[in-house]
């Protein structure tokens, strides 16, 4: 639809489109220039969305392998699983690549897709702990399960916004306050932001050093 303004727009036709995982935005960030990366989208929903991002990669980590001989081109999840195989990187691609493989249907600009260059597009994905999962539908469904990390997450996230400035051990007290005030109601995002505006850290923000005092 071509228009001013926002509209509400169904997607039961298209249900993987729906939040911020089908979305072009996300998607065209958490890609490479021609080509997806299952590693990056695991990496920005362990971070952006659990708030359990995995440590850098080591130096020197080799680039993936895009081909096995002249005429055998893998997929991008066979490159990704055949790098993993080093047992250096396996402990952090474990926990990333399973959320990556579920939404390799979107291209690096977020169109869907069945196929890439090696082959048909493979999207289960098994986590450490044994959890299952299959596609976005499924990544949404396996993220659902965890709302208590889902919403510590954006809780920090938009607290940090809030304050203008990086949280520290200090800010944990005032994290589990505002998830224990909103849990009984979900953690509606109305519950959350007048949560964080009642909330120590925010009420005695400061400014250039200087407390700016109760609002």
Not at 35 to 41: A, E, G, Q
Not at 78 to 89: F, G, L, S, V, Y
Not at 183 to 195: C, L, S, T
Request: proline letters at 9%; a positive charge; one cysteine or more.
């Amino acid at each position: 639809m071509i228009g001013p303004g926002f509209r509400r727009v169904s997607l039961a036709a298209n249900p993987e489109r729906a939040g911020l995982l089908g979305h072009g935005t996300v998607l065209l960030l958490t890609s490479h220039s021609t080509k997806t990366s299952p590693i990056l989208r695991g990496r920005w929903i362990l971070d952006s969305l659990l708030n359990s991002p995995p440590p850098p990669p080591p130096p020197g980590v080799p680039a993936l392998e895009a081909s096995v001989g002249k005429n055998e081109k893998l997929t991008l999840r066979q490159q990704t699983e055949r790098h993993r195989k080093d047992p250096a990187c396996a402990s952090c691609h474990v926990r990333m690549d399973p959320l990556g493989f579920a939404l390799e249907n979107f291209d690096a600009i977020g169109r869907w897709r069945t196929r890439d260059e090696g082959g048909d597009i493979d999207p289960a994905a098994t986590m450490p702990g044994g959890a299952s999962f299959s596609g976005p539908q499924g990544l949404k469904q396996y993220l659902l399960a965890r709302p208590e990390e889902f919403a510590s997450a954006t809780v920090a996230r938009l607290l940090t916004y809030a304050l203008g400035r990086q949280l520290d051990a200090r800010d944990q007290a005032a994290i589990r306050q505002i998830l224990r005030e909103t849990e009984a109601g979900g953690y509606r995002f109305q519950d959350v932001i007048v949560a964080i505006v009642n909330s120590v850290p925010f009420q005695m923000r400061q400014t250039q050093g200087k407390p700016e005092g109760p609002l």
